[in-house]
């Protein structure tokens, strides 16, 4: 999921590119463990940040004998992830594409005081060398998709765009196992305190990660 709450800690926003985000993520050089959790019915979750152009990104990762192709095949499945996902995903529209290539918008549901959320995305899905890759990164709506976007401001009057939402899962296999790996630069925007950001976005990670482990078994019958 697409569904984490992170801040910045020294530029703003609009200072950090997508290009920059996109090559910082790829790049190995620079992660550093924060913590290890374990998640019942899943296993150890290792959580680790790295800061790209002053935006504190984070990379989730575990380990699940669940085949790469089904993996990559529910992070591109965008309608159905309301159903599986733990949070409150309201919305999850793919506008066009297909499960490959495809622009997609999704609402997300906070308790209050905190506003709800909503970005519009590209994303991409595919091989990269043995790895099965999903990709994502924002979409202007305002050019883009206005009339998707007059649909969520009817529907979600208070709801705040994030500024920043670029990321990708990577599954790799291993053996009997494929490594699952989840990495995201975002910037929730709005009227969430960093300090307040950068606690549910270590807390939320692993959930995304169980989320999807569990969806798979449940499709593949493991």
């Avoid at 997609?104 to 519009?120: E, G, H, K, M, T």
């Avoid at 990164?137 to 009339?147: G, S």
């Avoid at 529907?155 to 494929?178: E, H, I, K, L």
Wanted: hydrophobic letters at 40%.
């Amino acid at each position: 999921m697409t569904t984490i709450l992170l801040s910045l800690l020294a530029l703003p926003a609009q200072a950090a590119t997508t290009a920059g985000l996109r090559a910082g993520l790829a790049e190995e050089a620079g992660w550093k463990e924060i913590t290890r959790k374990d998640v019942a019915d899943v296993g150890e979750i290792m959580i680790r940040h790295k800061e790209i152009e002053g935006v504190d990104c984070l990379e989730g990762s575990t380990s699940a004998a669940l085949p790469p192709d089904a993996l990559l095949a529910a992070s591109a499945d965008i309608p159905n992830q309301p159903s599986w996902s733990s949070w409150k995903v309201v919305a999850s529209v793919r506008l066009s594409g297909d499960t490959k290539a495809l622009d997609y918008y999704q609402v997300l549901d906070n308790p209050s005081p905190i506003a709800d959320r909503y970005w519009f995305l590209h994303g991409t899905a595919g091989r990269v060398g043995d790895d099965r890759v999903f990709t994502w990164e924002l979409v202007d709506p305002v050019t883009a998709w206005p009339a998707a976007l007059a649909d969520v401001a009817k529907g979600w009057p208070d709801a705040v765009m994030t500024r920043v939402n670029v990321g990708n899962w990577t599954f790799s296999p291993q053996g009997q196992q494929t490594r699952i790996r989840y990495r995201i630069c975002t910037d929730a925007g709005g009227n969430i305190p960093r300090w307040v950001g950068e606690i549910a976005a270590t807390k939320t990670l692993p959930t995304n990660i169980a989320d999807i482990v569990k969806e798979v078994r449940r499709r593949v019958g493991g």
